[in-house]
């Protein structure tokens, strides 16, 4: 079989490097920002694993059902260690674990195989954790805590990456059914968001420090 790639797998090749670079890396990183290059991974694994099922045009949402969910609940760990102990917020980051998994639990079991429901799980997994990646960069902000670059890197990416992503998944049904062209054009919102998620972790472990 030929293999295609086109405008949406663009973000791959930049996740790449930043799994490559944080395997590289993974001694040097606190025992906080490990599970951070774990997220990456999943991402370049589910990158991988739905580029090979598109090809052989298999549905894809199984990959993305059973991963994303992993990736939201790791993000959320670690915000949830980052932050101070004595802070009543890291407490927000557990409620949000347990929300992703029950979502994702409810979601499947009501409607399995993959359908417009876990779509819009999906979407709201996304959406929580970008609110929450944002409530993460204000506390550690807020409690002037000296965390590395990465951790802030890692917050900052995840709030911009999944808040547009949410924006243009939460939009692309609609979109779809009114022109398919305009929701190929919306979905690349998603794609250019990816790159710079990767972005910005690459620039992190490159330059890492403490702040």
Same mark, same amino acid.
């Given at each position: 079989?030929?293999?295609?790639?086109?405008?949406?797998?663009?973000?791959?090749?930049?996740?790449?490097?930043?799994?490559?670079?944080?395997?590289?890396?993974?001694?040097?990183?606190?025992?906080?920002?490990?599970?951070?290059?774990?997220?990456?991974?999943?991402?370049?694994?589910?990158?991988?694993?739905?580029?090979?099922?598109?090809?052989?045009?298999?549905?894809?949402?199984?990959?993305?059902?059973?991963?994303?969910?992993?990736?939201?609940?790791?993000?959320?760990?670690?915000?949830?260690?980052? #932050?101070?102990?004595?802070?009543?917020?890291?407490?927000?980051?557990?409620?949000?674990? #347990?929300?992703?998994?029950?979502?994702?639990?409810?979601?499947?079991?009501?409607?399995?195989?993959p359908t417009e429901l876990?779509?819009?799980?999906?979407?709201?997994?996304?959406?929580?954790t970008a609110i929450l990646?944002?409530?993460?960069?204000?506390?550690?902000?807020?409690?002037?805590?000296?965390?590395?670059?990465?951790?802030?890197?890692?917050?900052?990416?995840?709030?911009?990456?999944?808040?547009?992503?949410?924006?243009?998944?939460?939009?692309?049904?609609?979109?779809?059914?009114?022109?398919?062209?305009?929701?190929?054009?919306?979905?690349?919102?998603?794609?250019?968001?990816?790159?710079?998620?990767?972005?910005?972790?690459?620039?992190?472990?490159?330059?890492?420090?403490?702040?």
């Amino acid at each position: 079989m030929d293999f295609t790639l086109n405008f949406t797998d663009a973000g791959t090749p930049f996740c790449l490097i930043a799994a490559l670079l944080f395997a590289k890396n993974y001694e040097q990183l606190s025992k906080v920002e490990k599970p951070i290059a774990i997220v990456i991974w999943l991402n370049l694994i589910c990158d991988i694993v739905c580029f090979f099922l598109s090809e052989y045009e298999v549905e894809t949402g199984l990959a993305y059902n059973f991963l994303l969910p992993i990736e939201r609940v790791i993000s959320l760990f670690v915000y949830f260690t980052a #932050v101070s102990q004595k802070s009543r917020i890291r407490w927000l980051f557990l409620f949000g674990m #347990v929300s992703v998994v029950l979502i994702r639990i409810g979601s499947t079991i009501l409607e399995n195989p993959p359908t417009e429901l876990q779509y819009a799980a999906n979407t709201l997994e996304g959406l929580m954790t970008a609110i929450l990646s944002y409530v993460f960069i204000r506390t550690i902000i807020a409690e002037k805590a000296r965390v590395s670059l990465i951790l802030l890197a890692f917050g900052l990416a995840n709030f911009f990456y999944l808040t547009l992503m949410a924006t243009a998944m939460s939009a692309l049904p609609l979109a779809g059914s009114i022109d398919k062209a305009y929701a190929n054009a919306l979905y690349s919102i998603n794609t250019v968001a990816y790159i710079f998620w990767s972005i910005i972790l690459i620039t992190a472990i490159l330059w890492k420090k403490r702040i």
